[in-house]
């Protein structure tokens, strides 16, 4: 078996979490080969282990059995990116806060060993194809595990005003600070922080959750996985908004633009070496009621 490593420099410092997990993966038999999952800036001050050999990630993933990376929910949805594009299984270690993706926290890096000896099962998540029409032509369009969020950007003292379709029929328009349209999986981050409700992460449904909107009836829908929903500018705006797919770099949508996001064919395969359920989890991460 062979074992990609991704750890985060900036949360696993010196990569000793990583190193750990290397000895213990080799010691079972698996070879094990560590890439950083971005370029590091020339003035960073990192500290890498020395003499140890660092791999390219593209040409690496071509002949990985599965990618384990080191960090928050945020290394977690970047190393997907890469994987799914080899249908590589993902596994999380949670160097972060709260991590509900990871599976393994780092005192339970022994565990490991289940991955060479087969005892471990693949949990499939469903995904987003996420665009921006403008003028008839697509100018964006990314994957979302968790979710997609348009926002009034930066000010603060100016709202929104939306409306949101399901198959290009509006089901809500209200003004507010923006909209979260979610996965099972993204249930968890900022929609549930705007109200949202929690879905179970292998569900196939489209959860869509208003931000501080300025209304009694924008409440949260959840969606079947087959329906196509589109979020615009209400007509006669002159404002722009922001969209961001998976905490990533805001792109600026125009009055005029629609924002669609559909299923994906594409799905996130999770590795599960615990046997927690989705019930403990949430306990664990959000604490007992």
């Given at each position: 078996?062979k074992?990609?490593l991704?750890?985060?420099?900036?949360r696993?410092?010196g990569?000793k979490?990583a190193?750990?997990?290397k000895?213990?993966?080799?010691?079972n038999g698996a070879?094990?080969?560590?890439c950083?999952p971005?370029?590091?800036?020339?003035s960073?001050?990192?500290?890498l282990p020395?003499?140890?050999?660092?791999g390219?990630?593209?040409a690496?993933?071509?002949?990985?059995?599965v990618?384990?990376c080191?960090g928050?929910?945020?290394?977690?949805?970047?190393?997907?990116?890469?994987?799914n594009a080899?249908?590589?299984?993902?596994?999380?270690?949670?160097?972060?806060?709260?991590g509900?993706m990871?599976?393994?926290e780092?005192?339970?890096?022994s565990?490991?060993?289940?991955l060479t000896a087969?005892?471990y099962?693949?949990?499939?998540r469903m995904?987003?194809?996420i665009?921006?029409?403008?003028d008839?032509?697509?100018?964006?369009?990314?994957?979302?595990?968790?979710?997609a969020?348009?926002?009034?950007?930066?000010?603060?003292?100016?709202v929104?005003?939306?409306?949101?379709?399901?198959?290009?029929?509006v089901?809500?328009s209200?003004s507010?600070d923006?909209?979260v349209?979610?996965?099972p999986?993204?249930?968890?981050?900022?929609?549930?922080?705007?109200?949202?409700?929690i879905?179970?992460?292998?569900?196939?449904?489209m959860?869509?959750t208003?931000?501080c909107?300025?209304?009694?009836h924008a409440?949260?829908?959840v969606?079947?996985s087959e329906?196509?929903?589109?979020v615009?500018l209400?007509?006669?705006?002159?404002?722009?908004?922001?969209?961001s797919?998976d905490?990533?770099?805001?792109?600026?949508v125009?009055?005029?633009?629609w924002?669609?996001c559909?299923r994906?064919r594409h799905?996130?395969r999770?590795?599960?070496?615990?046997?927690?359920?989705?019930?403990?989890?949430?306990n664990?991460k959000?604490?007992?009621a």
């Amino acid at each position: 078996m062979k074992v990609l490593l991704s750890p985060n420099p900036y949360r696993d410092r010196g990569l000793k979490t990583a190193m750990t997990a290397k000895r213990i993966l080799e010691d079972n038999g698996a070879q094990v080969v560590i890439c950083l999952p971005f370029d590091l800036e020339d003035s960073s001050r990192v500290h890498l282990p020395a003499h140890q050999p660092f791999g390219q990630m593209s040409a690496e993933l071509e002949d990985t059995d599965v990618l384990v990376c080191f960090g928050g929910d945020g290394t977690i949805l970047h190393a997907a990116r890469d994987a799914n594009a080899h249908q590589i299984p993902v596994l999380g270690i949670n160097l972060g806060s709260v991590g509900f993706m990871a599976e393994l926290e780092q005192h339970e890096l022994s565990m490991l060993s289940r991955l060479t000896a087969g005892k471990y099962t693949i949990e499939k998540r469903m995904m987003l194809d996420i665009s921006v029409r403008r003028d008839g032509r697509r100018v964006f369009s990314e994957t979302a595990l968790n979710d997609a969020v348009v926002t009034k950007g930066t000010s603060v003292a100016r709202v929104l005003d939306l409306q949101v379709t399901g198959d290009r029929t509006v089901i809500s328009s209200f003004s507010g600070d923006g909209v979260v349209i979610a996965t099972p999986t993204g249930s968890t981050a900022y929609s549930l922080a705007a109200g949202g409700p929690i879905v179970e992460p292998t569900a196939e449904n489209m959860i869509i959750t208003p931000i501080c909107a300025h209304s009694l009836h924008a409440k949260p829908f959840v969606l079947g996985s087959e329906r196509s929903v589109g979020v615009r500018l209400a007509p006669g705006s002159r404002k722009n908004a922001s969209l961001s797919v998976d905490g990533g770099r805001a792109f600026k949508v125009q009055p005029g633009d629609w924002v669609e996001c559909r299923r994906s064919r594409h799905v996130t395969r999770l590795v599960k070496l615990t046997g927690r359920t989705f019930y403990e989890v949430i306990n664990q991460k959000l604490g007992k009621a």
